[in-house]
């Protein structure tokens, strides 16, 4: 368990794109870019507001898309959205529940440096005698993910509208949400930039390729998934020097705002999985992966529905969906392949299942903050979000064991 917890804390696959990735999160906000992609999104929702929860859920995920921090993301909508919905006369309870469950569904589910995809990419790395790019992790995880949005959040709005209707009135605000400021379009597109060239740099769409000794010195030697690990590194320092350019009167503080933000990757979530790596280790050690195995061979229905719901109850309990992704996606990959069942699916659902479990969990970091935004308490925010995520999760799985996903 030491070996693991020096091995893994000093493991550049998890140190350089979540600290580089949570760096460019923090000079998107010092910069200001973040909040103009805010404003772009949020634009419709001022002249529909019968549409304002699902749209502003859907705005949270987007968002949450290049800002791979539930917590950032948080902060980042809030300023923007809390008074326009509170203009539109919704409780705080309602308010806050929203941002939640937008900021933490999943969203960074579909970014190739979010940490659960390089949790996945890494263990199915050591299987196969290939390097397994975070980026083929996303094509499992899009047909899970998209589904379970659109459920989650229809229900959702179905449950707060009844509950809104069922609130004493609120009284109409005694002072109006302030006017929209004009949206920079070069800012606002600045968050995407390292997602592009991500996307771009590799399969399916190769439409270039990143030279290795751009990222590794010439008469250095490859290890594993380093070229991969540092290609991402490289898009958000791109990110990094794009958000610079697009407000250059704010430049001294961006290596600032990018330190502080890798340092609080590493602190926040770093350690996280440095925590939920060792207990995994453990776990290992004292048999109880085995007999996971050993369950789902016998009953190999199973598979699935303890794979989506086991990650949920941990994360809800922990607060972390990094550290239950972390800590249990490992139990599923050899009965998964033993059933014939692809492992990057699993990882799919293990992922999904964490990031609901987080989301519903009072002590998360981003329930906390959603709670302190609105004037709240998180566990009222977890009990409005708790049931549409339970039954999506429910009906993803049962529409999977149907073959019909």
Sequence with gaps: I????????SDEQYVVPICTAMGFAYVLRHTGCDQHLVRLLTKPLRSARIF?????????FLVNIPVISQTSTAVCIGAVVVPLMRAARLS???IGATILLGASIGGELLNPGAPELNTVAKRLSEDEQRVVSPKEVVPAVMPLLFPHLAIATAIFWVLQLRAERKAPAMPVPTV?????????????????????LLFMAGPPLNVFRIPEHWVIPVDGVAKGSQYETRLIGLAMLIGVLAASLANPWVVRGVPKAFFEGAGYAFAEVVSLIVIASCFAEGVKIVGVAKLIGDGIQQVPGMLIPVAGFVPLAFAALSGSGMASTQGLYGFFVDPARALGVDPKEIGAFVSLGAAAGRTMSPVAAVALMAAKLTGTNSFELARRVAPPLLISMAIVIGLRLLHLL
């Design 176 to 196: 109006e949400v302030a006017p929209e400021s004009r949206v920079n379009l070069l800012r606002a597109v600045v968050p995407l930039v390292p997602l592009a």
């Design 52 to 60: 304002l929860i699902p749209g502003v859920v859907l705005v949270g």
């Design 2 to 9: 030491v070996v693991k917890f020096i091995a893994t804390f």
């Design 92 to 94: 705080s309870v309602t």
